[in-house]
């Protein structure tokens, strides 16, 4: 069972190194704007993270539902090192991750707002304008009154 840990450990602090990695590359990606790429590079990410959570869920199935750390410590020291220092890397990989994915939606939001922006300004700028703005000797005419100007009243 041990080898079994070890190894699922080892496996999920690498794949958090691959992720930051990944989630970086999609940081300069965004700052680029090459949807495309961004496109394809979200689904690697996806698989990755599926990948994560099958590993942790394989962890806690042999473990029987037991914790990683609870584990280490039935342990002779030289077998539960190992086993801490991957648990300490994954969760500093998982902090780290989340970091940057938190930076990727912040700028991901800030280019939505911004093209949201630009097509409403260019979309105002294209739109024609009112139709009462002119009248037809081609001046500018008021909007006209919905209530009588001169006689206002009941009868």
Known sequence: MYQTVYGSLSRQSRALAVLRDLLEEEYRLLLSRDMNAIASLEFSVHELIRQIAAEKNFVSAALHGGMVMDYAAMLPEEQALPLRE?????????????????????????????????????????????????????????????????????L
């Open 86 to 154: 991957f648990f300490q890397n994954i969760d500093d990989g998982e902090q780290a991750v989340s970091r940057q994915a938190s930076r990727n939606a912040q700028l991901s939001l800030a280019l939505l707002e911004q093209s949201t922006r630009n097509l409403r300004a260019l979309t105002d700028m294209a739109m024609p304008p009112k139709a009462h703005t002119y009248g037809k000797k081609g001046g500018m005419s008021f909007l006209p009154r919905p209530e009588a100007a001169l006689i206002s009243g009941r």
